[in-house]
């Protein structure tokens, strides 16, 4: 088994030093090419990659064969500012050494295909064999955990109050089917394209969010203790997701519906969503417009289907979101969707 250190960072210096740091421990040469790590063919093949994605946010995408065994270490340091959320997506036997010394085979089911760790607390990886590792690492600073976890908390949240707090945390949890969906769409998106960037860190968000929300319904129950002017803005926002062909209520509509004043749902729909009204529901339709083009659908037929009676409208409301009119994304995307590497293709 070969050994390496490496350290934990949402800036791309890390991936670097960690080319650099697996470079001396196996003797062979790897190095960084563009957002990709590039290994001898004896040793890996497939995709690692890391991306930066917004200020204290970034993503590693790994969809690979290890031919080698590989031990990646990382020590404690002091004081907690970056957290790492791992999501395994593949059948692999990848064991993950706690700090607590308990070895943890995210292979072997869903129960602890996850791990969120904090860089104050160790941590191993051990790669297999000949198996194709599938997993997607949410990297961020404890100052973006902080603006996206919602500050209206069950007192039962030790632990998300705790990553709030950016204190020192260490656990394993269930991929649940939604993330486990997510993820799989983030590794089997290539990023090429330039729509590719905000797409990518839109499918994060949604899936940094579906982790906490687990996470709180997991320490206090289904029935999470939420005030009950957060339950009905939450059924608001889930009942206008499913109608998004549906002109959207304005800001006093959607308080009156709430049986709340316009001040008090701004205030309340903002700490909770951390965007918003309109930024927040613009961005959910267009979310949902590009997974529609995934589809080949048609860019009239997907401008109607989130609310878009003017398509020109639509095009430039999804120009200004993504970087390309919906026909060029549909175009792109297809494009690179049949050129996405096998498992055994090499990075690069």
Not at 58 to 75: M, N, Q, T
Not at 238 to 266: T, V
Not at 269 to 279: N, P, V
Request: charged fraction near 25%.
């Amino acid at each position: 088994m070969e050994y390496a250190d490496y350290y934990l960072s949402t800036n791309k210096k890390w991936f670097r030093d960690f080319a650099v740091s697996l470079s001396q421990h196996i003797g062979q040469h790897v190095h960084v090419e563009g957002n990709s790590l590039v290994f001898p063919p004896s040793v890996a093949e497939g995709r690692f990659e890391f991306y930066e994605l917004s200020d204290g946010l970034s993503i590693l995408l790994v969809d690979c064969v290890f031919y080698k065994s590989l031990k990646l270490s990382r020590a404690a340091v002091r004081g907690t500012e970056y957290y790492k959320i791992f999501f395994n997506a593949g059948d692999a036997r990848l064991i993950i050494e706690k700090n607590s010394g308990r070895r943890v085979d995210t292979g072997m089911d869903m129960s602890e295909a996850v791990l969120f760790t904090s860089n104050s607390v160790p941590v191993s990886f051990v790669t297999p064999v000949g198996s194709r590792v599938r997993d997607v690492e949410l990297i961020f600073h404890r100052s973006w955990a902080h603006k996206h976890i919602p500050d209206i908390l069950p007192e039962e949240a030790v632990i998300v109050k705790d990553i709030k707090d950016g204190k020192a945390v260490q656990f394993t949890a269930t991929i649940d089917l939604a993330c486990l969906d997510i993820v799989n769409e983030m590794l089997d998106t290539k990023m090429d394209a330039p729509s590719a960037y905000p797409y990518i860190e839109g499918l994060a968000l949604q899936l940094f969010s579906s982790f906490i929300r687990n996470e709180i319904v997991e320490q206090v129950g289904e029935n999470f203790i939420y005030s009950n002017e957060n339950k009905r803005i939450a059924a608001f926002v889930e009942k206008q997701e499913q109608n998004l062909d549906l002109r959207l209520p304005s800001l006093e509509e959607a308080a009156i519906e709430c049986n709340m004043g316009r001040s008090k749902f701004i205030s309340l729909f903002m700490a909770h969503y951390k965007e918003s009204y309109g930024s927040f529901f613009v961005r959910m339709k267009l979310n949902k417009a590009y997974e529609m083009l995934l589809q080949n659908r048609s860019v009239t037929d997907v401008a109607h289907s989130v609310g878009y009676n003017n398509v020109g409208n639509f095009i430039k409301a999804f120009r200004g979101a993504f970087g390309l009119s919906p026909k060029q994304a549909k175009q792109r995307v297809f494009e690179k969707m049949s050129k996405i590497s096998t498992p055994n293709s090499r990075i690069g």
